[in-house]
């Protein structure tokens, strides 16, 4: 079994816990960051760091929304 860093221990730890609480806030990201106790900003960096954010193609651009959630 290979050792993973603490970085990626973290990582998945983080990912899980944010996939969680999407889940369980029936995707509503200012309710997730709530359950989390982070702003919706640092859900939204952790999302982003995390490859959790989806573009969606759109007339108006390049919005994101998070992997797993409702939108």
């Known amino acids: 079994m290979a050792l993973q860093t603490l970085k ?3 990582a998945d730890a983080t ?6 609480a999407l889940q369980a806030a ?3 990201r200012t309710l997730a960051a709530e359950l989390l106790g982070i702003s919706r ?3 939204y960096r952790h999302l ?3 490859g ?3 573009k969606t193609s759109s007339a108006g651009g ?3 929304k998070p992997l797993g ?3």
Do not use: F, M, P
Request: hydrophobic share 30%.
């Open 8 to 10: 990626q221990i973290q």
């Open 15 to 20: 990912r899980t816990a944010i996939r969680q």
């Open 26 to 28: 029936d995707g509503n």
């Open 41 to 43: 900003a640092k859900l």
């Open 48 to 50: 982003d760091e995390l």
């Open 52 to 54: 959790l954010l989806q």
């Open 62 to 64: 390049g919005s994101r």
């Open 69 to 71: 959630g409702r939108g």
